[in-house]
């Protein structure tokens, strides 16, 4: 289940299988032909006491769950560990200077410029997926486009690339699933869109050094790391991971959430009647779709987690979606309550690689929301939901819904 990309299209199965890990074994062995073998941590305090342990664990190469066959044919391609080199496969020294090259761009004080936009990309977002009629894939025709702008804009890449670049990295993130792979096998999938990819960002980065502008790939294009311009491989995995990272994630918070908003009447009429509430609605949506569901570490030195031992070289994938269903830390758990605090989810992870764009993230949670709170007067399911298949990041990536809009427009949410 937990390992498996369908496992992770079934949430009910998904649910019962890791409450029972947390239960009779926290840290599990898993041995199974064509995945390296690895300890799967479910419980949440294991998991934080991990990513907050500096120096014990390591970040690369091995940083997600993958089939021996992947990473041979990425092995090939690359010629590398691994098959990008980002933020989320370094250690330090590495980690820290790379992270400090975009760290301002997703500070508050750049943020809180967007905010204003923002609010207007939703409102416009909402326009065209109703233009058409009243029923809409909330995923595919709001989610996605208004994520991947706010990561297009900030990049600098034109609105014209959005649909081709989140099409190619969805395929990244999500090569087992029937509607994102390009290729039969995952391996080949990541392969086509990873050089896609690639011959893209090339290019954005050759224009950026002739003609620079003020957008995130100048900067990128342009950063010195220990005081060199930074390696091609490194470069490139830089702008895959922005792309990848910077709006699949938010796209299926998005959906989630409001699938959760559906499947909760009492509470989605309640967010309604206390629109005050929206902040502390997007945590539990979060909490709830945990759309990142694992990262691999590595024991660096023999060592223990929740009184397992753990030898030096042992790879531990840490399953982040368990961990928000823990009934130590959160109560009723397996409810999603609006309201719920305190809320220590670690949707965004913990420790040196916690997430760099959850403001952004939130934020784009908070517009999309208000402005469906302000602009709508009903929303309603109008088809099936279908889940992501996928081990790494999971969630609804369709979503139908028919969408009645209010005859006059409420004031923003304060
Ligand atoms: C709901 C939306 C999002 C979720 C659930 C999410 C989740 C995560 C998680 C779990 C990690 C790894 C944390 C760890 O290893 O402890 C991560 C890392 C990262 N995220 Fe996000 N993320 C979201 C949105 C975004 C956005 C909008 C961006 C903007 C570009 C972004 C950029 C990054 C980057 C750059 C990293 C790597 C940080 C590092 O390794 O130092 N994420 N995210």
Known sequence: ???????HASPARLESACALLRERAPLHWVERPGVRPFW?????????SMETRGGQFAAGPRTYLASESSEAVLRRVTGKPQLVRSLTEMDPPDHAVY??????????????EMEVWLAQWAAEIIDRATARGDVCDFARDVAVPFTFRVIGRMLGTPEADDARLARLAQAFVGAEDPQRRLAEAPGDTMRMAMLALRDYFEAVVADRRAHPRDDLATLIAHAEPHGRAMPHYELISYFILLVTAGHDTTALALAGGLDALLAAPDQFARLRAEPELLDSAIEEMLRWTTPVRHFMRTALCD?????QRIREGEALALFFHSANRDEAVFEDAAAFRIDRSPNPHIAFGRGPHICMGLLLARMQMRAMFAELLRRTARIERAGRVRRVQSQFMSGVGVLPVRISLCAERRPAVA
């Open 1 to 7: 289940m937990l390992v498996s990309a369908r496992g």
């Open 40 to 48: 799967a941590v479910t419980r949440y305090a294991h998991i934080v």
């Open 99 to 112: 992270r400090g090259i975009l760290q301002n761009a997703y500070a508050p004080p750049a943020l809180r």
């Open 303 to 307: 060592t223990e987690v929740g009184g």
